[in-house]
């Protein structure tokens, strides 16, 4: 029985089929969702992002990802908290679900291939390596 999900979101429309395959998952009553998205160190955001104007600031960001995760609690019928940090993806993905002693981990695929993924390298891949229970990953459309 799946008594606890941690589920990792992260862009728009990957988390919107994310939160869809959750749905369709037949999730008994007494589980509990864990809705998380982690945020890259801020060190990292700014080599990334360096050469390019930020849209938004830390904080806007921060408020938007929360509202739209709380939004998706609003969806889900079963137990549901809420989980935003910052650090690296993968390991923070498996740390929350070594707390939460999950039975299950839900993240997305970006779908990347060849040198786009060995250069931005895959969270997903990572996640179902090193995690100590089952991974589903979605892929997108």
Same mark, same amino acid.
């Given at each position: 029985?799946?008594?606890?999900?941690?589920?990792?979101?992260?862009?728009?429309?990957?988390?919107?089929?994310?939160?869809?395959?959750?749905?369709?998952?037949?999730?008994?009553?007494?589980?509990?969702?864990?809705? $998380?998205?982690?945020?890259?160190?801020?060190?990292?955001?700014?080599?990334?992002?360096?050469?390019?104007?930020?849209?938004?600031?830390?904080?806007?960001?921060?408020?938007?990802?929360?509202?739209?995760?709380?939004?998706?609690?609003?969806?889900?019928?079963?137990?549901?908290?809420?989980?935003?940090?910052?650090?690296?993806?993968?390991?923070?993905?498996?740390?929350?679900?070594?707390?939460?002693?999950?039975?299950?981990?839900?993240?997305?695929?970006?779908?990347?291939?060849?040198?786009?993924?060995?250069?931005?390298?895959?969270?997903?891949?990572?996640?179902?390596?090193?995690?100590? $229970?089952?991974?589903?990953?979605?892929?997108?459309?």
């Amino acid at each position: 029985m799946l008594k606890t999900i941690v589920v990792a979101l992260d862009g728009l429309e990957l988390a919107e089929r994310v939160i869809l395959t959750l749905q369709e998952l037949i999730v008994p009553e007494p589980s509990k969702v864990i809705l $998380c998205h982690v945020f890259p160190p801020p060190d990292v955001e700014r080599e990334v992002l360096a050469d390019r104007p930020h849209p938004e600031s830390a904080e806007v960001s921060y408020l938007h990802i929360e509202k739209q995760l709380r939004s998706y609690q609003q969806e889900l019928s079963v137990s549901t908290e809420v989980e935003l940090v910052t650090g690296d993806p993968a390991e923070e993905i498996i740390r929350l679900a070594n707390i939460y002693q999950a039975d299950l981990i839900v993240i997305g695929s970006r779908g990347l291939t060849g040198m786009k993924r060995i250069v931005q390298g895959s969270v997903s891949s990572q996640v179902v390596e090193d995690a100590a $229970c089952s991974v589903l990953v979605v892929k997108p459309k």
